[in-house]
Nanobody
Framework: QVQLVESGGGLVQPGGSLRLSCAAS????????MGWFRQPPGKEREFVAA????????YYADSVKGRFTISRDNAKNTVYLQMNSLKPEDTAVYYC????????????????WGQGTQVTVSS
């Protein structure tokens, strides 16, 4: 099973950018579809983006489409989330995870959850 550690969060002003990283250990990383999720304060965990093992296909929640970009470097066992044009409603703890199977946007279909990284968008 893959183990994951997220980093790169912080405080940023509206309109700013951040790049999150998710470092993986475990032999299954390069063959796994990876996803980013977020959990805003007091709300359920929600799907943000996913990328197939090869990086050929990416998927985004409508709320981030055109602003966020997911990518991966299998040689470095790392998946990234580039976040641009950030909004206050993007404030959340961001998590990455590895898909076990099934729908991409369902948290229960993933495992290997890290501890998350806090992103706060505020002026």
């Amino acid at each position: 099973q893959v183990q994951l550690v997220e980093s790169g969060g912080g405080l940023v002003q509206p309109g700013g950018s951040l790049r999150l990283s998710c470092a993986a250990s475990g032999r299954t990383f390069s063959s796994s579809t990876m996803g980013w999720f977020r959990q805003p304060p007091g709300k359920e965990r929600e799907f943000v983006a996913a990328i197939t093992w090869s990086g050929d296909y990416t998927y985004y929640a409508d709320s981030v489409k055109g602003r966020f970009t997911i990518s991966r470097d299998n040689a470095k066992n790392t998946v990234y989330l580039q976040m641009n044009s950030l909004k206050p409603e993007d404030t959340a703890v961001y998590y990455c995870a590895a898909l076990r199977g099934g729908s991409l946007d369902v948290p229960n279909n993933y495992n290997g959850w890290g501890q998350g990284t806090q992103v706060t968008v505020s002026s």
